[in-house]
């Protein structure tokens, strides 16, 4: 319930004045159309008195034999009548709906760029998308179509079952009897359907998740000739949801109507019952004539109920599901208020970052505390001031980019361990950190928009520098690249860059780095894809770029790091030696040497430098 209010309260508020004259019309609607069944009766009666010959008053009432022709006209304005209304009533009560619809797609999607990365690492893409879209639909459903069928079958019965009643209670109770107990087995029908759609929401989600990764994989299935295991996968999600729709519709097609087989079944028994009390002259043809109108008007509602009932519960699961998503906590619900500190002059534009005994381990899933498992970064300690560059070197798995991740606010580090100029980096309002920082990841991420538009990601047409996109294109090396491209600058690179090869999607996002004005600069491998010549030329550019910024390079070739200020080699999460690149290449037995030698049998530079005495290393401290 506190749910249902906190949504109201956020989405339906401002749409009241609408909800309120679409009640009024709905209420105008139920009106006229239960009067039709009233004008129904004085229409017979009066045809009825008429070839009857009786007098003109019978039984209290006036009759003239120009009254059934009064009354059919009345019956017909009357439906036209229920026609206007009811699209009024509808309009007022669907268009907020859509409305909604449109808020809870966006506020989606704006909680969603704010969450942490261990969300997205436990919730399957799929299922972020079916609750974006099957279940933000579902909901406009709910607010619009199931509210409107709330207030709709409820004045319908209720008039309804007081005109019936109004006329001969005994009656009533003769033809509802059976209505009653079709009630039953329609709530029956409710409670299966409440678990199937729940079944439905939960294996759309799974079938997403299929759908997106034969999207996103399928050159790898191509390539491995894999298409009979990916569609083996996506039909047994398939089946499932097949066989969950049949339940379903076995539960609508035979549990449903029985309301409009006992409706038929009313209509016997009012013919009946009624009939009899006809020719007893305790009822009128009218009356009969009416009640007979009742009856399907208070069948059609129940049968509405069983509808409506499977809108609300699927709007209502939908719901939940989405403020699953919504309620889940975003990066700012802890992040600090302190401002970003100013760099320390304008020659250093840098900061210091201090990392003191840093330990992480990566949560299991969103919300739940980290196992005790072996941590990702395990005790590390490092200060890089302005203008210092510091290498990361390290094996596959020893936690060099979960380190980067940290340090970016990717992953929230553990409180107390990253600083920024002495202040702690979680009591800083991650907006303003996020504008002092250019993150490039590993992997080169870029979106289906223009090459220019990937380069300048944060700023729309209006706030972009063009000129600074293409300075950032010619240092990351792009600009020779150009001319094979369709478009050049304009050009579309497709899903994730796929029209571009790995080496130019991360001289792009390189670009990107470029294109900032950042204060600290964060690379993770991102020469990895470029041939030697080019990284030379462009090591020489991220030096040039960095000149007063504080510079964090992880990188797996040593050419890339060797004029760096330090060097912190890792291993399983920890550091296991620190030094300049000439200190490390002292130690002949570690494993930056190796890596060194290595890399040098495959690609011959000139004779490594004499190993320096092992006592200029540096000692480390994990």
Not at 153 to 169: E, F, P, R, S
Not at 395 to 401: I, L, M, Q
Not at 439 to 460: D, I
Request: proline share 6%; with cysteine.
């Amino acid at each position: 319930m506190n749910l249902l209010v906190r949504f109201l309260r956020r989405y339906a508020t401002p749409h009241v004045k609408s909800y309120a004259a679409g009640l009024f019309f709905l209420l105008a609607t139920t009106v006229l159309t239960v009067a039709i069944p009233a004008f129904v009766e004085l229409a017979v009666d009066a045809i009825d008195h008429d070839y009857a010959n009786l007098p003109a008053t019978v039984d209290g009432h006036d009759h003239d034999p120009g009254d059934a022709v009064v009354f059919a006209w009345a019956i017909i304005a009357a439906g036209l009548g229920v026609m206007v209304v009811r699209t009024l009533s509808r309009v007022l009560f669907f268009n907020p709906g859509r409305v909604i619809e449109y808020r809870l797609k966006s506020d989606l999607f704006r909680h969603l760029t704010e969450m942490p990365r261990h969300y997205f690492d436990h919730m399957r893409p799929g299922e972020v998308v079916s609750r974006g879209t099957n279940d933000a639909q579902a909901v406009r459903g709910f607010i619009g179509f199931g509210s409107l069928q709330v207030f709709n079958v409820a004045l319908t019965l209720l008039l309804t079952i007081g005109k019936m009643v109004l006329t001969d209670w005994r009656l009533t109770l003769w033809v509802l009897i059976p209505l009653l107990l079709a009630a039953l087995v329609l709530r029956r029908a409710i409670r299966e359907m409440f678990k199937l759609v729940r079944e439905t929401q939960e294996v759309l989600g799974k079938i997403s998740s299929r759908a997106l990764e034969l999207y996103g994989g399928a050159p790898v299935i191509q390539s491995l000739n894999a298409t009979a295991m990916a569609t083996e996968r996506f039909e047994a999600e398939n089946l499932a949801l097949l066989r969950v729709g049949q339940r379903l519709a076995f539960v609508i097609a035979w549990l449903l109507p029985i309301v409009d087989v006992v409706g038929n079944l009313c209509l016997v028994l009012l013919l009946f019952v009624g009939g009899g009390m006809v020719i007893d002259n305790t009822l009128t043809p009218g009356e009969l004539a009416a009640f007979a109108v009742l009856i399907r008007l208070v069948a059609g509602g129940l049968n509405s109920l069983g509808w409506v009932v499977n809108a609300l519960q699927r709007g209502w699961i939908s719901l939940t599901r989405v403020y699953e998503v919504l309620d889940a906590p975003a990066r700012t619900s802890d992040d600090g208020s302190a401002p970003m500190p100013p760099p320390p002059s304008a020659d250093d534009r840098g900061h210091t970052l201090e990392v003191k005994d840093l330990t992480f381990r990566h949560p299991t899933a969103p919300g739940e505390p980290a196992p005790d498992a072996p941590p990702a970064v395990s005790a590390i300690s490092f200060t890089a001031r302005p203008g210092e560059t510091i290498g990361i070197f390290g094996a596959t798995g020893a936690g060099k980019t979960t380190l980067l991740d940290l340090l970016a606010r990717v992953h929230e580090p553990p409180p107390g361990t990253v600083f920024v100029d002495g202040v702690d980096v979680r009591s800083l309002e991650l907006r303003a950190f996020r504008d002092a920082i250019a993150y490039v990841p590993q992997e080169a991420w870029l979106f289906s928009q223009t090459l220019r538009e990937n380069v300048a990601l944060a700023h729309g047409p209006e706030e972009r520098d063009d000129a600074r996109v293409e300075d950032a294109v010619a240092a990351a090396a792009l600009s020779d690249d150009l001319g094979a491209l369709p478009e050049g600058l304009e050009t579309r690179v497709g899903e994730r860059g796929v029209m571009l090869s790995g080496g130019q999607r991360q001289r792009t996002a390189l670009a990107r780095a470029f294109y900032k004005d950042f204060e600290i600069l964060l690379l993770d491998d991102v020469l990895s894809a470029v041939d030697h010549a080019t990284e030379k030329r462009l090591i020489d550019e991220i030096y040039r770029r960095r000149k007063g910024a504080t510079t964090l390079i992880v990188s797996h070739r040593v050419s890339a790091l060797k004029h760096a200020d330090q060097i912190l080699v890792l291993d399983d999460g920890r550091v296991v030696a620190r030094g300049t690149h000439d200190q490390l290449l002292a130690d002949t037995a570690g494993p930056y040497w190796r890596a060194w030698r290595l890399q040098q049998e495959r690609e011959p530079t000139p004779t490594a430098p004499a190993p320096a005495p092992a006592a200029t290393l540096e000692p480390t401290h994990g």
